[in-house]
């Protein structure tokens, strides 16, 4: 068989290359880029299967590495040693394969059957385009908690904001995120205008190669001891500045700034690339999507009221439709007598274990004093108000959290983690 290769290097050795990836048995070049545009169409179109480009290609970055793998085709980068930077390394390290560019038709040949020997090592294990490959272990020490749950506000911000804080009062290194590109409210729960929103500048410096853990510890300030805030983005129309890609690498760098990222997830898990038809645009539900996918913990919020219970219940379809294999735990927000009966712990807790096999939710009782009291000061339950019950619920989803797996591990050995300014 023989495999279509997309060529998109530039300089002085583009000829040799091409002329090498042409005579090697098994290969054949079926398009000479011009550009970033050109490479992706093509690869949209489906006319190659491997993908030789230059790192210094304008526009080159993590995102465009992962658009043309995600339309199946093998990345081959090609550097040069001593002009490329560190972070045109960084801005390929999602390739297949990186090589130095070749000095010589001789060279060319060479990197002509590290190709076809990729590809060959490819096909021998599965076929790496009509499957999904293998997660990789994580070596990182931290861990990662996304809070997440269904539409109409049940109040996934006052957990994630109360679950950080909590955990970051165990002496925890703790980093929260806020990545929900519909309402996020983070910053300003807690005090924070800032009209410049962390998580966005660390997706470009993710997608520019230079997102390290100074950088990000940089962009995540404290807001209290042992917890650092990446604050999410100021307005609703600016979504399309966490893209997937890049969001990835975020979270990668975060395992080794802080024991425990929580991060704070949008309501909608719609695969909305499919509405783009035969284009790839960027999803916005991809931060929500790709937190998920990362999280070791996921935490599911719903409302007490019986519009809520339902919602909950089907988001938890939902999720499990996604084919998430992470714990989850169950937090019912606002339980009160006023919508859910006499007995409403006992009805909300009856109803979960009965139409979505939940057993010990954990129900968070109506506390609208202490959680106004909260919003108003722009504090945490356990600052404005230690001994509220919402709070002392709270504190048992973080002993849930923390009571094993990687999330456990990584709280317990916190004071390990290194501190950055």
Request: glycine letters at 8%; proline letters at 5%.
């Amino acid at each position: 068989m023989t495999i279509p290769v997309l060529c998109g290097v530039r300089g002085a050795g583009e000829t040799a290359v091409v002329r090498a990836l042409d005579d090697a048995p098994g290969l054949r070049v079926t398009r000479r880029c011009a550009d970033l545009t050109e490479l992706l169409a093509a690869a949209e179109a489906g006319l190659g299967r491997v993908a030789v480009v230059s790192a210094a290609l304008d526009g080159l970055d993590v995102a465009a590495v992962a658009a043309v793998r995600a339309s199946g085709v093998v990345v081959v980068a090609l550097v040069e040693p001593e002009r490329t930077t560190p972070a045109e390394r960084a801005r390929v390290a999602g390739a297949d394969l990186v090589l130095d560019v070749p000095a010589g038709q001789a060279a060319a040949a060479v990197l002509a059957r590290r190709v076809l020997a990729l590809c060959e090592s490819s096909t021998s294990e599965g076929d790496p385009w009509d499957e999904t490959p293998a997660p990789t272990a994580r070596a990182e020490r931290g861990g990662i908690v996304a809070v997440w749950g269904p539409t109409g506000a049940p109040g996934r911000s006052t957990v994630a904001v109360n679950l950080a804080a909590e955990i970051a009062a165990l002496g925890t290194p703790t980093l929260l995120a806020d990545a929900d590109t519909y309402g996020g409210c983070v910053a300003q729960l807690l005090g924070v205008l800032d009209d410049a929103p962390g998580l966005a500048a660390a997706c470009r410096a993710a997608a520019a190669g230079t997102l390290d853990l100074v950088t990000l510890a940089r962009l995540a300030g404290y807001v209290a001891p042992d917890l650092r805030l990446l604050s999410g983005i100021s307005r609703a129309d600016r979504w399309t500045e966490l893209g997937s890609a890049a969001l990835d690498a975020v979270w990668v760098v975060a395992r080794s700034l802080a024991a425990v990222t929580v991060v704070d997830c949008g309501f909608s898990v719609e695969q909305d690339e499919a509405l783009s038809y035969d284009t790839r645009a960027p999803r916005r539900n991809a931060a929500t999507l790709g937190a998920l996918a990362a999280a070791d913990v996921v935490v599911v919020v719903g409302s007490a009221d019986p519009v809520g219970v339902q919602r909950l219940v089907r988001a938890l379809a939902d999720l499990s439709d996604l084919g998430l294999t992470s714990p989850r735990h169950v937090v019912v927000n606002r339980v009160r007598a006023s919508v859910a009966g006499p007995r409403p712990a006992q009805a909300v807790a009856q109803a979960l274990a009965r139409y979505a096999a939940v057993v010990d939710p954990v129900l968070v009782p109506e506390d609208r004093d202490a959680l106004d009291a909260a919003v108003l000061e722009a504090r945490t339950l356990r600052e404005i108000a230690p001994g509220s019950p919402a709070r002392r619920a709270l504190q048992q989803l973080v002993g849930l959290v923390a009571s094993g797996g990687p999330v456990g591990a990584a709280a317990r050995s916190g004071a390990d983690v290194a501190a950055y300014a």
